[in-house]
Structure formats: C-alpha cells, structure tokens
C-alpha cells in the first residue's frame, strides 16, 4: 500500500467518527519526516481519542501497523505510520500550533470525493 492510500485510509477513518477540518497534506518534497501528514480535529478529548482509535483500527485492517503512538492521554494524539504522521487535535490545541501554516508549501491534497 502506498502512503497516500494510507493518508485517505486515515482521512475516510475520521470523516466516519465525525473529525472537523480533515486534510491531508503532501510534504514529501519538503522533509525527510513522512510522505503525508494527515490533520484532523475532535471537540473533546473523548472525541480525540475515539477519531485516533478508529483510524489506528483502520489501518490495522488494511495490514498497516503504527511504528510509533504518542500522546494517548491528551488533547493531541500523533499516530506514525512512517511515511504517513496524523495528527489528531482537539481545536484549541490544532488553532494554537497551526500545523497546516508550518506546512503551507506542502501539497493539499483534495479529498473531497473520499468525505460524506
């Protein structure tokens, strides 16, 4: 499986258990760090974890295995699947650290057709 199947893997996983501002951005030709990072937010801390066990579910059932989790018992959980890093916020946290301007000259990647 390539890494963008692994990000819209993980984008349908979030949009199912209601993530907010879902995005996936390419930064392959920008860091050694991953192919794509994948953005979502929950509103709680409940929601947060309950959108990082779905897509660590997910992908588990397509034979992808996380190479690293951080961050269970917070508002920001990063799931490491090497070339892919998804990072689930709760909105407070994703409005301070603004990821997505850190990684503006990243690719958007569209989605659109993978979202309900």
């Known amino acids: 499986m390539n890494s963008l199947e ?4 993980a984008a ?3 949009d199912s258990k209601k993530g907010v ?6 930064i392959r030709d920008l860091s050694i760090l991953a192919d ?4 979502v937010s929950g ?7 309950a959108l990082a066990d779905e897509i660590e579910y997910q992908l588990k059932q397509a034979g992808e295995e996380p190479h ?3 961050g269970k018992q917070s508002g920001w959980i990063c799931l490491d699947f090497s070339t892919v890093v998804i990072h689930v916020f709760l909105e407070e946290q994703r ?4 990821l997505e301007h850190l990684w503006e000259d990243g690719e958007t990647v569209d989605i659109s057709d993978i979202l309900d």
Request: glycine letters at 4%; zero cysteines; a positive charge.
């Open 95 to 98: 409005d301070y650290y603004k």
């Open 12 to 14: 349908k996983a979030a």
């Open 36 to 39: 794509y990072f994948v953005l």
């Open 43 to 49: 509103s709680s801390t409940t929601q947060v974890k």
């Open 68 to 70: 690293h989790i951080e």
């Open 21 to 26: 501002d879902i995005q996936v951005i390419g």
């Open 6 to 9: 692994i990000a819209k893997i």
